[in-house]
Structures are given as structure tokens and as C-alpha cells.
């Protein structure tokens, strides 16, 4: 009977914090879409993701969001610069991503400027976070 209770609750909780996750997830695409974005799309978000940008650092070469976080979005990532470890990408494995808007706005902040020269529109953003989401 405890052990039953047990696997009960460690169902209940991955259950809430998968629907916890969705809900945000779900929230933050509704912010862009009130920011003017239409559609979000996978394959977008994807082709955001692997697109190269040049690196106004050094001439000749390039930067992409895998640069820090790797090809495989299920494995941790380095970031190119400071060396520090990334958790890995994909929600599937890391249930902390995706938990927190602001945490999720600001690593879009700073990411899309280091990547694109630029800050990400609302339309990109959520194409990527709907590509994220999947994995």
C-alpha cells in the first residue's frame, strides 16, 4: 500500500509540473502574440536555432544558439565565452527550463544579442520556444 502511495505522488508531481510548465509555456507564446506575433512555428524555431550568424568578435567566424548549447538539446551545453556549464535545453530532461517568464525572457534578451547582434522579435521568440518545447 505505500509503495503504491508513493509512486502515486511521484506521478502526481511530475503530472503538476509538466502542467506547470505547459501553462507557462503557454503563457509566454500569448505575450508575443499580444506583442504582435502571429503563428508560432517548429520548424522556424528550428531553423532560427541552427541558423549561423557572423561573430563580430572575430572576422570569418560564426555563432549559433548551439555554439553554448550544443547540438544535442538533451545533454548540457558550455557557454562559449565564460566556460560555465548549461544545464541541458530539452524540457523532456530538464524539468527546471521553461518554469519561469522572466527567466525565459531574459535569457532571450541576452541570447538573441549575442547570437543575432540584435534583440529577437516577439515572432522569433516564439517560434523558438514552441521548437524548444518539443524536445
Known sequence: M?????TLLIF????LSG???????????????AAGA?????ARGEA??????????????????????GSDL?????????GKDIEAMAPSVNSKRYTDPKTIEKWFTRNCKWVLGRECT??????????????
Not at 2 to 6: L, V, Y
Not at 48 to 69: F, I, M
Open 38 to 42: 502571429g503563428e508560432f512555428s517548429v
Open 74 to 82: 538533451g545533454k548540457a551545453g558550455r557557454h562559449a565565452t565564460t
Open 122 to 135: 516577439a515572432q522569433e521568440k516564439g517560434d523558438v520556444l514552441s521548437f524548444l518545447r518539443t524536445k
Open 19 to 33: 502542467i506547470s510548465r505547459a501553462e507557462v509555456i503557454d503563457d509566454v507564446l500569448q505575450t508575443y502574440r
Open 48 to 69: 532560427l536555432w541552427q541558423k549561423d550568424y557572423p561573430d563580430p568578435e572575430t572576422a570569418g567566424k560564426v555563432r549559433n544558439c548551439s555554439t553554448c548549447h
Open 12 to 15: 502526481s508531481g511530475i503530472l
Open 2 to 6: 505505500r509503495k503504491h502511495s508513493i
